[in-house]
């Protein structure tokens, strides 16, 4: 049986030992119920992988004594960056995006408000959120033992976003997109250092949105004839991405 893996912040790990309290104490030791010669494998977030034993488990905390670390493959460095820049949907769909889209490699996520936006976020209301946004990408990330947390960060508009962005290649899947397809796009392309792909709400991007990431780089392009979910357009234009230019 493989160890058990958990991401951890580099700030846990003292003079050769690691520990926590908390909600990751309580996952290892009351729920997981791992007690001391435990083999352990520990990630933080600039990917490198921290071999360890349980040392000792008290009432509310447990130590981690560091056996080995491995920096993080040269690959990592190399593959292509994906952003998802993604319009609030409704609901829990926010969460599947996350969750799947950090399964399939996407490195991290743009979430901006949409002028179709139904879901809305008020200001007292983004540090809970993102608080949560950030527990689903790094659980995500340990389940399908990455070596690394996407991040997550939120902007209050489209032209927030469209104004942030600096990545070598920016594609905006638009409905309203009949001549590029992705696929003479993508084509035509080496494998990138960085791509950003921006993705509406339920009700798709609004004209003004679409001028203005047009206006900043961003290439109009159509996904075919069906008009997918938003949450299907994020992992499917991920999925596809990732297939092409994955260690390339």
Known sequence: MSNRRFMINARSIRNGFASFDGELFNHIVRVLRLGTGTSVMLV???????????????RDWVVVKIIATLPPPDSVSSTTRLTICQALPKGEKTDLILQKCTELGAHDFWLFGGRRSVAKIREEQLNGKLERWGKITSEAARQCCRRDIPAVSWFSTAVEAADATSHEVR??????????????????????????????????????????????????????????????????????????????
């Open 44 to 58: 933080d977030e600039r990917g490198n992988e921290h071999q360890g034993v349980i040392d000792q488990v008290d």
């Open 171 to 248: 594609l905006l899947l638009w409905e309203g997109e009949r001549k590029q397809h992705l696929k003479q796009i993508v084509s035509s392309l080496q494998p990138p250092a960085s791509v950003i792909i921006a993705i509406g709400p339920e009700g798709g991007f609004d004209p003004l949105e679409v001028r203005h990431f047009s206006k900043h780089g961003f290439i109009p392009v159509s996904l075919g004839d069906r008009i997918l979910r938003t949450e299907t357009a994020a992992l499917a234009i991920t999925s596809i991405l990732q297939y092409i230019w994955e260690d390339n």
